[in-house]
Nanobody, 117 residues
Framework: QLQACGGGSVQPGGSLRLSCASS????????MGWYRQAAGKQRELVAS???????NYADSVKGRFTISRDNAKNTVYLQMTSLKPEDTAVYYC?????????????WGKGTLVTVSS
């Protein structure tokens, strides 16, 4: 249901923009987020944004990454700047519905970001 795109290879200091769109219906109250998993490491939260626009960032990306969303398109974006080699990972998007009855969580398949000179 979620399709992430925008990954690729970039040199240190470069920028990339990830996007993730839902092809299905998502409950309007939700949290959209980006996670990443580097080789040999656990998946970690990169950034999240609520339906009302409240954002949260991992300390490692604060000031460099910006998460945004388009509610009409059920799409979440991650603008990444000043990329570092340690940002290399597979990036996953997630949408978590916030409701009492049968909340759903959707994960995208992941897109690879490689930062290397």
């Amino acid at each position: 249901q979620l399709q992430a795109c925008g990954g690729g290879s970039v040199q240190p200091g470069g920028s990339l923009r990830l996007s993730c769109a839902s092809s299905g219906t998502v409950f309007s109250y939700n949290v959209m987020g980006w996670y990443r998993q580097a080789a040999g490491k656990q998946r970690e939260l990169v950034a999240s944004i609520t339906s009302s626009g409240t954002t949260n960032y991992a300390d490692s990306v604060k000031g460099r990454f910006t998460i945004s969303r388009d509610n009409a398109k059920n799409t979440v974006y991650l603008q990444m700047t000043s990329l570092k080699p340690e940002d290399t990972a597979v990036y996953y998007c997630k949408i978590e519905e916030i409701r009492i009855q049968a909340p759903q969580t959707y994960w995208g398949k992941g897109t690879l970001v490689t930062v290397s000179s």
